[in-house]
């Protein structure tokens, strides 16, 4: 790790700050109850010498109710001025009452409301209600179910939730697959996210990053299966406390967790023609620790046909490229997860966690190629690739949280990521007549990715209406990529480094330290403003071995955010927003190992890529008429210096070769509209539809070799609709299709496509468990995409089709004891989310290969407790 002088003296002060600052304030001896979402209500009552104890026992069994949220108002007053939660014997006291008449509320998961009214407190008052019989809202049995019936979507003050756990269909599935179904999202046919046109989305795991999402968020969508899938969170304006990266958004996905006391184990069995998928999850619960064991695993096949006609353009000739290719993709992954938290005492809990993570991709491809000068026939070739992208990845993080009073509160964070990538292709080239072996070809190209956080924050009210946050950040990245070219005349010959392109290796350092503050203030009028501001220092340093070092200097920013939203007297809620992003490169986009895996489509990265900066403007309104909800939002946003993928002739042959350069101007204005209907109680119709007009320039190579400026622009349309039927006995239905449109490229358009499923799922009698089918696109063979991409050098028309009809059987059932237990506050976790990823909008042109990396994840961290 270079350059760790530079950012620890920042945090060290910054850690030193708020440890002051804490110890300012002692702790009052009993755990405050968990903050909402929402704007907070604060502690401003006056203070005496009064007291108020009491214990809290169940109406039925008689036991203490550990953990039961107390809450003191003053009796004529909605906003509470004070509060705690019971110990493990149920036990609580609130002291330091000023004189008055109060009310106290008691509440708790499963119990009903409580609420002790005409509380009067005189001088030196001690109010001992002794115990106190709290009553359950629903049955005590020896096992208990919790039957949830949140909608399948939610709109919350700064972000939209899908409910993914709630879907019948996406059972055996993967993340991807999930990620179709959530407002304003859209996911191509290889996985690639984009969040409202754009592509430049930060994905986070449990408001953490991960590893995984290294080489490509679309392989690893493709490693999360959709049953561990609890709700996927979608946040457009991020505020100051998150990283500033991410220009087009932040993507949380949240994994299912078990919050009861004692010990359980899930089985997840599922099978198709398309894939199969095993998950065996085990909890642990007792008293102030909790253990969390699971292993997910995933097999997934899927066949592919395509055909390129390709034409590159010289001012003396043109060469026209004729391609046929068949593939075959096959993949299995494993995720291992072991989670501890524990404790300490009412007012601090340490929780720890490791992800392991294996995965092993192929893709195998049958190319035939013609290529033809002047309209005649030059020669004709045909290749097998077999192309390998393996990793192993681990995170580790340990966090700690301290309460001292409600609201007030101190984190700090540390984790460990490593990713071992080897992204590798074999090429065998053979005569037209598919027998004779011409030569082979081997890439190898091993990726290292390690990369260490620290992170503090801190958080206080100020009177009864406001907050303010701050707190620091260092992240330190170490990034290697070696690769090099072999070749061999035929079978039996040995590999020797090829001449043309040798050995090389990318070094890549990345060092950023933040700090950021933050305020919100709720007006009794109901507007809630949020605003803030994030400093950010990024040092780099990076050398080739062919080139030497690279001089990319160091750069700060300065990314302000606002948000502001007002609760109407009809119910509905009006939002609007302003938030600048950075958008840093990943290693897939810097690294310059050169995949040739498809000989007519090169691709390149580019270590000299500056990050690109944006600036976000929303509007958005949300409500419910009668039974229907429904969500309107308009956009802007302006990019510039952006990172944009660059297509042009390569040599003679008339391959086109793809790299990155920092030559585009972005324009996206945009609306979401999204609607869920409750037909009746048990059968309910959502859906939405996206529409972005973008505008985009650069600069290409002409035909008189010079740079020359390129534009396109056009709209971008995608759509979804979804349905659910709950029926008798257990039994349940759902159907969905997506729909997105051609995407705009600065050099063509990419190709729409359209999906649609069917799930039924049978829940057994004891609730332990279902069985349930599903199947998509089974009226046709698959999904068909065309990509037509241009410009003076080259013109190129590529035909896809994923022969991915189909069919799955899922099994689940869950063995074990449970009961309530409280709902713990965790310590908060670092999260990075920063760094760029390959272009999405490839238009299908990598055709498998080694042109992977290792840098992916890297900043923003949402506080919030979920």
């Known amino acids: 790790m270079k350059n760790l002088s530079t950012f620890l003296p920042l945090f060290v ?15 009052s001896g009993n755990r405050p109850p968990m903050p909402s979402t929402e704007a907070p209500a604060l502690n401003t009552a006056p203070k005496g010498n009064n007291k108020i104890l009491g214990v809290v026992i169940d109406s039925l069994s008689k036991q203490p109710v550990e953990f039961a949220t107390i809450a003191l108002y003053l009796k004529n007053s909605d906003t509470p001025v004070d509060g705690t939660t ?80 709630k879907d019948v269909t996406s059972k055996g599935g993967d993340a991807s697959e999930v990620l ?77 967790k078990n919050t009861l006391q004692g010990l359980t184990l899930n089985v997840d069995i599922g099978t198709g023609n398309r894939g199969s998928n095993l998950g065996l999850n085990g909890s642990y619960r007792k008293g102030k620790m909790g253990f969390n064991l699971g292993g997910h695993g995933r097999l997934f096949y899927n066949p592919a046909l395509s055909t390129l006609e390709q034409t590159t353009i010289t001012p003396s000739t043109s060469i026209r490229t004729l391609q046929n290719t068949e593939s075959f993709d096959r993949g299995g992954f494993g995720n291992y997860n072991l989670s501890w938290d524990y404790d300490i005492s009412k007012n601090q809990s340490l929780s720890a966690s490791a992800r392991l993570g294996a995965r092993n991709f192929g893709n195998e491809q049958d190319i035939a190629i013609s290529l033809f000068q002047d309209q005649l026939l030059k020669s004709s070739s045909f290749r097998k690739v077999d192309s390998k992208n393996n990793s192993g990845s681990i995170d580790f993080n340990i966090d700690y949280l301290r309460t001292f009073k409600p609201r007030r509160e101190w984190s700090i964070s540390a984790q460990y990521s490593r990713n071992d990538l080897t992204n590798n292709f074999d090429s065998d080239v053979f005569a037209e007549d598919e027998i004779s072996l011409l030569s082979r070809i081997r890439n190898l190209n091993g990726n290292l990715n390690q990369e260490t956080t620290f992170q503090t924050d801190y958080q206080t009210p100020i009177g009864d209406r406001q907050l303010v946050e701050f707190g620091g950040k260092t992240i330190l990245r170490d990034v290697d990529s070696d690769y090099s070219y072999f070749l061999a005349k035929d079978a039996s010959d040995n590999y020797t480094i090829d001449p043309n392109r040798p050995a090389g290796a990318l070094d890549y350092q990345q060092n950023v330290a933040a700090g950021y503050l933050a305020y919100t203030l709720q007006t009794k009028n109901k507007y809630t403003f949020k605003l803030g501001g994030r400093y950010e220092y990024t040092d780099i340093n990076a050398q080739t071995v062919e080139n030497g070092n690279i001089d990319l200097p160091a750069y700060s920013n300065f990314v302000p955010s606002l948000n502001v939203s007002k609760n109407l007297k009809s119910g509905f809620i009006v939002k609007a927003g302003y938030n600048r992003r950075i958008q840093r490169p990943g290693l897939q986009q810097l690294n310059p190992n050169f995949n040739n895996a498809n000989p007519q489509n090169i691709s390149v990265g580019n270590p000299g890529l500056s990050p690109e900066l944006t600036d976000n403007f929303e509007l958005a309104l949300s409500g419910n008429i009668k039974k229907t909800y429904l969500n309107f939002s308009i956009f802007r946003r302006i990019t510039d210096n952006a990172i944009s993928q660059i297509r042009k002739p390569y040599d003679s042959t008339g391959a086109v070769i793809t790299t990155f350069e920092n030559v585009g101007v972005q324009r996206a204005w945009g609306t979401n509209l999204f609607g869920n209907f409750q037909i ?82 049978k829940d057994f009698k004891n609730k332990k468990g279902s069985i349930g089918f599903s199947s998509e696109n089974f009226l046709t063979k698959g999904i068909r995409m065309q990509t037509e991409l241009s410009s003076p050098t080259f013109t190129q028309l590529m035909d896809t089709q994923r022969l991915n009809r189909g069919f799955k059987v899922n099994f689940n059932y869950r063995i074990g004891k449970m009961s309530f237990d409280a709902p713990r506050k965790k310590a908060k976790s670092v999260e990075n989310d920063d760094l760029k990823a390959g272009d999405d909008n490839n238009g299908g042109n990598n055709g498998g290969g080694a042109n992977g990396g290792g840098m992916q994840g890297g900043g923003g961290r949402n506080n919030r407790q979920k």
């Open 13 to 27: 002060a910054l850690l030193w700050t708020v440890t002051a600052t804490g110890q300012q304030t002692p702790p």
């Open 86 to 165: 019971s110990d493990d014997k149920g036990k609580f006291e609130i002291s330091g009452i000023a004189t008055g008449d109060y009310r106290l509320v008691i509440s708790f998961i499963g119990y009903r409301d409580k609420s002790l009214n005409d509380l009067r407190l005189t001088k030196n008052d001690v109010k001992n209600l002794g115990n106190i019989s709290f009553a359950q809202s629903v049955s005590t049995l020896k096992e208990v179910e919790i039957v949830g019936t949140t909608a399948l979507i939610e709109e919350k003050v700064d972000r939209t939730v899908y409910n993914a756990e």
């Open 180 to 256: 179709r179904k959530v407002p304003m999202l859209s996911v191509d046919l290889d996985g690639n996210v984009s969040l409202r046109g754009s592509s430049n989305v930060r994905v986070l795991i449990n408001n953490k990053p991960s590893t995984i999402m290294a080489a490509s968020v679309a392989d690893a969508l493709k490693q999360i299966p959709a049953d561990m899938i609890k709700t996927v969170e979608v946040i457009t304006s991020p505020s100051a406390r998150y990283d500033a990266e991410g220009s087009g958004g932040i993507i949380n996905i949240v994994t299912k």
């Open 680 to 761: 009746t109680p048990k059968w309910t119709i959502n859906g939405g539809i996206d529409i972005v007009y973008a505008f985009m320039e650069g600069r290409t190579t002409g035909l008189n070799g010079l740079s020359e400026v390129v534009t396109n622009e056009g709209i971008n349309i995608n759509g979804r609709l979804m349905t659910q039927v709950t029926l008798p006995k257990g039994w349940g239905i759902q159907g969905f299709s997506f729909m997105r449109g051609s995407q705009v490229q600065l050099q063509g358009r990419q190709g729409g496509f359209g999906m649609y499923s069917l799930g039924i799922r």
